[in-house]
């Protein structure tokens, strides 16, 4: 069986920092090319960030120089940390990976961002 679960959203205040987790069974990480999106109401999911098998990251540009995606390999965790947190970060953030066999969603969890 493969499952991703995400972890470590909540309330947090502008300008302030929330790490995220994303622990995987069933699928090796580092073989996967994995992916934070992110879906507030009534918008689009949207892509924020991907770290490839290679170790290669990208990010969107609203997050460039605030969000950081890593991997920790012995853990089978990838880890999205936000920092200068926006209102406009408000969202339902959702681990996926993508490897040979198929793709693969968590259930999500909430990040909201309000003072």
């Known amino acids: 069986q493969v499952q991703l679960v995400e972890s470590g959203g909540g309330l947090v205040q502008p300008g302030g920092s929330l790490r995220l987790s994303c622990a995987a069974s069933?699928?090796?990480?580092?073989?996967?090319?994995m992916a934070w999106y992110r879906q507030a109401p009534g918008n689009q999911r949207e892509l924020v960030a991907t770290?490839?098998?290679?170790?290669?990251?990208n990010y969107a540009d609203s997050v460039k120089g605030r969000f950081t995606v890593s991997r920790l390999n012995f853990v089978n965790t990838v880890y999205l940390q936000m920092n200068s947190l926006k209102p406009e970060d408000t969202a339902v953030y959702y681990c996926?990976?993508?490897?040979?066999?198929?793709?693969?969603w968590g259930q999500g969890t909430q990040v909201t961002v309000s003072s």
């Open positions: 770290i490839s098998r290679g170790g290669s990251t």
């Open positions: 069933g699928i090796i990480l580092s073989s996967n090319n």
């Open positions: 996926n990976a993508q490897g040979d066999r198929g793709v693969y």
